[in-house]
C-alpha cells in the first residue's frame, strides 16, 4: 500500500490536472474576494468572511467528478492497473490507494481554498463573526462530506474503466445531484399559504388579498422523504452546511459515512471480480 | 521439472464462447517461450489470466511452483510483462516512468535507471514525453518499466506489432540480450513466425484455445529441415512400417502422412514397394516455421 500511495503522490505531483485544480482553487478564492471588496465598495455591503468558506462546498462536487475521472480515468488508459496487478499488487490496495489519493487530493484542494480566503479575505472583510466551534464544526461537516464525493467519483471510475465515459458520467451525476438538491429544498420551502389578489369592486377596483393553502406545500409524510433524501444526497448536504440551514447538522456526517461505506465497500466487491483487459 | 510457468487444463468461458479449451503449456527455466498463435487463438486471454488480469473459468496454473489458488500475488513480484499495450503514462518523462515503476516495485533507490534506459537506448529522450515516442520507442519504454523490477520472468505480448523493420531489429536484439545476459526467462507471443523463429528456444501453438503442440526450437529445426509428405490408403500399415524403423513421422488426416528428415527419394520409394506399402503421391518439401505452423493447425482441425 505504502509503494502505490508513493508512487501515486509522485505522478500528482508531475500532473497537469492537478495543478489545473490547485490553480482553480486559489483562483476562484481570489476572484470570490475581489468580487466581495468591489460590492463594499460600490454598495456598502456587509460581508462576512465565513460565508465565503463555506460557498465553495456547493460546487466542490464537479470540481472532485472532473478531478479524479481524469487523474484516475488514465490508470485504465495508460494500462497502469493492469501493470499494477501484474506486477503482484492486491486489488484492494489498488482501490484504497486510489481512494486516499483523490480523497487527500480534493481535501486539500478545498483547504487550500480555505487559506486564501482567510489569508485575503480577512484583512478586507475583518474577522470571522460566527462562534469558531461552529465554524469548525461546519467545515468538519463539509470535509466528511468531501470524502464522501470521492468515494462516489473513484468508485465510478474503477468500476467503468473508460476514462471518457467515466468523465461524462462523474460531471453529469456531480450536476444531477445538485438539480436533485435544489428540487428537493424548493419542495421543502414551498410556504404553507400563498397569497393571491381578487378584484372586490369591479367598478372602483378595489383588490384584497386572500390567503389560500399552498397546493404544492408537501404533507409531512412527503416532507419526511425530501429532508431525507436531502441529506443523504451530498450536494444537498452541501447546500444546507453553506445556507447554514442544516437543522440537524450531526445526521450529515452519518449519512455520508454511510456513501463511504456503501460505495467502497460494493466498489471493493466489484473491483475485485472485474476482468481487465 | 519445476517449470517457470506450467498451466493445467487451464479454461476460460465468456458466455458460451470458449477462449481457452483445456490449455497446457510448460516454459522452463532460461527459455525464450514463442507462444504461436492467429488472431483470436487464446494468446492474450491467457496472458491476461498468468498476469492476474482475469481468472480462469477452470483449471489451474502455477508461477514458480505456487498455484494461482494459493499466494500467488506475491509471486507475481518476480514478473514483469507487457500486455497487449505498454504501461506508461504519455505525460511523463521515459525517467519519470521509470521513477514511478521503481517506486511500485518498492526500490530502495533509483540508481539503476539510468541503466535501464541506456539498456533499452532511451538515454537521451531528456524532458521528450513519453505522449511523443515513436511506437518503437514507447515498446522499449513498456520494457524498461517491465524489467524495473529486476523480474526472472518476462511476459511480452506482441512487442513486435506495428513495429518498422528497425524497431523490430531493436526488440529482438533487446530480448535476446536480456535472455542471454541477464537470464530472464521470457515468454513471447506473436503471429510473426518469421521473427520468432529468430529468436524463440521453445514454442507454443495455440489454437482455439488449445495448445496443439509444444516443441524446442531444436526440435522444430530438425523437422524444418526436410519433409515427405505421403498421400496414402492405408495409414495404419505405414504407421506401423515407422513405428518399427524409427522414422519420424506425423499423422496429418486420414490420408496424409509427414515423414521428417532427410531421405533419398528413390531408395525410400523401393524400401516401401518392398512392403508393399504404396503411396498415391509423395511430396518432398523443405519446411519453414509459417508452414510447420499451418499444416499443424489444419492437421487439427481434421483430428
Redo the contacts between chains.
Keep these: 500500500m505504502i509503494k502505490l500511495l508513493n508512487a501515486g503522490f509522485t505522478r500528482l505531483r508531475k500532473n497537469k490536472v492537478f495543478w489545473l485544480l490547485t490553480l482553480f482553487s486559489i483562483g476562484l478564492a481570489l476572484f470570490m474576494t475581489y468580487m466581495g471588496y468591489n460590492n463594499i465598495k460600490r454598495y456598502g455591503d456587509t460581508i462576512e468572511v465565513e460565508q465565503y468558506m463555506l460557498n465553495y462546498s456547493t460546487m466542490v462536487g464537479v470540481v472532485i467528478a472532473i478531478f479524479t475521472s481524469l487523474f484516475l480515468g488514465i490508470e485504465y488508459s495508460d494500462g497502469a492497473i493492469r501493470n499494477k496487478i501484474s506486477i503482484g499488487h492486491k486489488r484492494t490496495n489498488i482501490y484504497l490507494s486510489n481512494l486516499i489519493i483523490t480523497t487527500i487530493t480534493s481535501l486539500f484542494s478545498y483547504i487550500l481554498f480555505l487559506i486564501v480566503i482567510a489569508s485575503v479575505g480577512i484583512p478586507l472583510f475583518g474577522m470571522i463573526t460566527m462562534p469558531i466551534s461552529k465554524l469548525i464544526m461546519l467545515i468538519g461537516c463539509i470535509f466528511i462530506t468531501i470524502i464522501a464525493y470521492s468515494s462516489i467519483f473513484t468508485f465510478l471510475v474503477m468500476i467503468i474503466s473508460n476514462k471518457t465515459i467515466t468523465a461524462i458520467i462523474s460531471i453529469m451525476l456531480s450536476f444531477g445531484l445538485m438539480f436533485a438538491a435544489l428540487s428537493c429544498l424548493n419542495v421543502l420551502q414551498a410556504p404553507r399559504f400563498i397569497e393571491s389578489a381578487s378584484i372586490t369592486n369591479g367598478e372602483t377596483g378595489d383588490i384584497e388579498m386572500v390567503k389560500e393553502p399552498n397546493p404544492k406545500y408537501p404533507s409531512e409524510t412527503k416532507k419526511k422523504i425530501y429532508k431525507t433524501l436531502l441529506d443523504i444526497n451530498p450536494a444537498g448536504q452541501m447546500f444546507q452546511i453553506a445556507g447554514r440551514t442544516a437543522p440537524n447538522l450531526k445526521i450529515l456526517p452519518i449519512y455520508s459515512f454511510g456513501i463511504i461505506v456503501v460505495f467502497t465497500g460494493v466498489g471493493l466487491i466489484l473491483f475485485k471480480k472485474k476482468e481487465l483487459k | 521439472m519445476e517449470y517457470v510457468l506450467e498451466t493445467n487444463n487451464l479454461e476460460k468461458k465468456y458466455k458460451d464462447l470458449k477462449v481457452l479449451n483445456h490449455t497446457n503449456i510448460h516454459i522452463e527455466a532460461g527459455a525464450i517461450y514463442g507462444l504461436i498463435g492467429k488472431n483470436g487463438a487464446g494468446k492474450t486471454t491467457l496472458i ?1 489470466i498468468i ?5 480462469p473459468t477452470n483449471g489451474s496454473y502455477t508461477i514458480y511452483g505456487v498455484n494461482n489458488n494459493s499466494n500467488i ?5 518476480r ?3 507487457i ?10 518523462t521515459a525517467r ?1 516512468n521509470l ?3 521503481y ?4 526500490m530502495p533507490n533509483f540508481d539503476g535507471i539510468d541503466d535501464l534506459l541506456k539498456l533499452v537506448g532511451l538515454s537521451n529522450t531528456g524532458n521528450k514525453k513519453a505522449k511523443n515516442f515513436s511506437l518503437g520507442m514507447k515498446q522499449r519504454l513498456g520494457i524498461a ?1 517491465a524489467l524495473a ?1 529486476s523480474p526472472d520472468f518476462l ?1 511480452l505480448d506482441e512487442p513486435i506489432n506495428g513495429l518498422d523493420p528497425q524497431g523490430i531489429i531493436e526488440i529482438r536484439e533487446l530480448i535476446l540480450k536480456l535472455n542471454k545476459e541477464k537470464r530472464i526467462t521470457i515468454l513471447i507471443s506473436s503471429h510473426y513466425l518469421d521473427e520468432l523463429s529468430k529468436i524463440a528456444t521453445h514454442y507454443g501453438f495455440l489454437d482455439n484455445g488449445s495448445i496443439i503442440k509444444e516443441i524446442s526450437s531444436k526440435e522444430l529445426m530438425k523437422r524444418m529441415e526436410h519433409k515427405l509428405i505421403l498421400k496414402v490408403n492405408n495409414p495404419k500399415e505405414f504407421v506401423k512400417y515407422f513405428e518399427e524403423h524409427n522414422i519420424t513421422y506425423e499423422v496429418m488426416d486420414s490420408k496424409t502422412i509427414n515423414i521428417y528428415g532427410k531421405y533419398n527419394l528413390s531408395k525410400f520409394i523401393n524400401e516401401l514397394s518392398k512392403k508393399n506399402l504404396i503411396a498415391d503421391e509423395i511430396h518432398e518439401q523443405e519446411e519453414s516455421l509459417e508452414n510447420y505452423y499451418m499444416n499443424l493447425i489444419g492437421g487439427s482441425k481434421n483430428d
Design positions: 491476461r498476469c492476474g488480469l482475469q481468472k500475488t506475491n509471486i507475481r513480484k514478473i514483469g510483462a500486455i497487449e499495450t505498454p504501461s506508461i503514462y504519455g505525460e511523463m519519470d521513477i514511478e515503476q517506486q511500485l516495485v518498492g518499466i523490477g511476459i
